[in-house]
Nanobody
């Protein structure tokens, strides 16, 4: 089993920045990648960014390219999401997630952290 705990959410004005953190524990040694999703009220959960544990290859949703940056610290088993130039449409609950290995789906999810961007 894998446990994921997010932190760093909050209220920020448009144009501001936040840094989300995700601490992973448990049986994480098979994990191939970690990612961030978000869910706004009344909308489906959507992909934001992902990073491979080995190599650090990243993928971003078009809506956040150039503004968000995902990174990881393998030694601390942490993954981060640096969010700059935030917009009101970035308001959502942000979830950290990981898989069970290469070619597997997103399997484990954190409880989420609220990000609210005021205009």
């Amino acid at each position: 089993q894998v446990q994921l705990i997010e932190s760093g959410g909050g209220l920020v004005q448009a144009g501001g920045s936040l840094r989300l953190s995700c601490a992973a524990s448990g049986r994480t040694f098979n994990s191939y990648r970690k990612g961030w999703f978000r869910q706004a009220p009344g909308k489906e959960r959507e992909f934001v960014a992902s990073i491979t544990w080995i190599g650090g290859n990243t993928v971003y949703a078009d809506s956040v390219k150039g503004r968000f940056s995902i990174s990881r610290d393998n030694a601390k088993n942490m993954v981060y999401l640096q969010m700059n130039n935030l917009k009101p449409e970035d308001t959502a609950v942000y979830y950290c997630t990981t898989d069970r290995g290469a070619s597997t789906t997103w399997t484990y999810w954190g409880q989420g952290t609220q990000v609210t961007v005021s205009s």
